[in-house]
């Protein structure tokens, strides 16, 4: 199965399904099943921000299982749908106005017993089974 790494806590938001967006600066072709790995990399200031939520933020595992269902560039019209939805979440979505984001969907967020691997850049294999 395909499998995703992201930036605590950026996983875990998924994981909870405050966040329905990963972006990334590269477009992806891929639709389906995805794994959520939580990378061992941290965004100190996003951990800062997002602090009052309580929530667990493990590290170096797979978290999550979600369908990823669109990857879409990321424009103002977007960036200001998503703002509305949950300002906290998708505040700075777009960090380099000069650089393309995209944004890759995903539904049906599940979580999963965390399983203990390295990540990989890009989109990775694992062979996952329920």
């Known amino acids: 199965m395909k499998v995703i790494?992201?930036?605590?806590?950026?996983?875990?938001?998924?994981?909870?399904?405050?966040?329905?967006y990963e972006?990334?600066?590269?477009?992806?072709?891929?639709?389906?099943?995805?794994?959520?790995h939580a990378g061992k990399s941290i965004d100190k200031k996003a951990m800062e921000k997002f602090k009052d939520l309580d929530l667990e933020y493990p590290l170096g595992c797979i978290i999550a299982k979600a369908k990823m269902t669109d990857c879409v560039l990321v424009d103002k019209?977007?960036?200001?749908?998503?703002?509305?939805k949950d300002?906290?979440?998708y505040s700075g979505v777009i960090a380099d106005?000069?650089?393309?984001?995209?944004?890759?969907?995903?539904?049906?967020v599940e979580k999963i017993e965390p399983i203990y691997i390295?990540?990989?850049?890009?989109?990775?294999?694992?062979?996952?089974?329920?």
Request: proline share 3%; hydrophobic share 30%; charged share 35%.
């Open 5 to 20: 790494t992201i930036k605590q806590p950026f996983a875990t938001l998924i994981s909870e399904g405050l966040k329905e």
């Open 118 to 130: 390295n990540g990989k850049l890009s989109l990775w294999e694992y062979p996952y089974k329920k």
């Open 23 to 36: 972006f990334r600066t590269w477009k992806c072709k891929y639709r389906g099943d995805i794994l959520i």
């Open 77 to 84: 019209k977007l960036k200001e749908e998503l703002s509305k």
């Open 97 to 108: 106005k000069n650089q393309k984001e995209y944004g890759f969907k995903l539904e049906e």
């Open 87 to 89: 300002s906290l979440v």
